[in-house]
């Protein structure tokens, strides 16, 4: 049973950075691709960003491309998301997603774990 447990949520003002991590344990942290989903209240859950298990390829939505970056770091078993030049409407829980797979094929497929979120909330 693969467990993932995401950290570093919080409030900040717009314009501001946030350092999202995501601590996985119960497989091969290494074998397989990573990612991020956010769930506004009201909407969708939303692909954010996705590594591959080298972490050489990275995916992004069109809206955070430029301002999130996706790393990992095999050797602790963690994935992170980089914010920065928050906006109010990236305001989400955001989640950690663990693919099936160890490159990223469909970002919006694929993923066989999740985490149970982590709160940002971005004041205007």
């Known amino acids: 049973q693969v467990q993932l447990v995401e950290s570093g949520g919080g409030l900040v003002q717009a314009g501001g950075s946030l350092r999202l991590s995501c601590a996985a344990s119960g497989r091969t942290f290494s074998s397989y691709a990573m990612g991020w989903f956010r769930q506004a209240p009201g909407k969708e859950r939303e692909f954010v960003a996705a590594i591959s298990w080298s972490g050489g390829r990275t995916y992004y939505a069109d809206s955070v491309k430029g301002r999130f970056t996706i790393s990992r770091d095999n050797a602790k078993s963690t994935v992170y998301l980089q914010m920065n030049s928050l906006k109010p409407e990236d305001s989400a829980v955001y989640y950690c997603?663990?693919?099936?797979?160890?490159?990223?094929?469909?970002?919006?497929?694929?993923?066989?774990?999740w985490g149970k979120g982590t709160l940002v909330t971005i004041s205007s």
């Open positions: 997603a663990a693919y099936s797979t160890s490159l990223v094929y469909d970002p919006q497929r694929g993923v066989d774990y």
